[in-house]
């Protein structure tokens, strides 16, 4: 298992006035954890929450919002580089609604997918994805398609162990 929490300051870099930000500074604290369950299956986990005190909508009301999340993901080690993922999100979105008030939304999406990675000289790993986030509950009849491309950087080289 494998916890490594994480602490994030986020600034406003977007416009509020066309809905492009929230126009605040806020807090991100996230715990995620790793459990490998066999040599064929891991499961990652991700809990956290985030915090704009002072955020705006586009009419420059302001109020405090807090959105928590939950993540989780199964992934199936068919291969060394192919994975099969089943991955699902929470979120409890807020959003300004007025002068100290919010609009609360809920969305819980279940994705399966696929992945590939590419191990470069040097260790640097590229992974491309693809997966298929489907709407449950809340947030039911929601589709889409999501495709990503990560560039893994090795924190050292084996030869500095």
Known sequence: MAVAPR????FPTGS???SLGAGSAGLQALVPASIVLS???VTHWNAGVSWTPRAHDPSGDRASLVIPNAVTSLV??????WNL???SIWVRAESVLGRHRVQVGETFLVS?????AWNLAGGLQVVAGLGVPIGVGPSHGQRSILFYLSFEHPM???SER
């Open 156 to 158: 050292w080289r084996s």
């Open 85 to 87: 993922l089943l991955e």
């Open 7 to 10: 602490f994030t300051i986020f």
């Open 16 to 18: 509020y006035a066309r």
């Open 112 to 116: 399966p997918g696929v992945r590939y």
């Open 39 to 41: 040599d064929r299956f």
């Open 76 to 81: 199936f080690l068919a291969k060394p580089n």
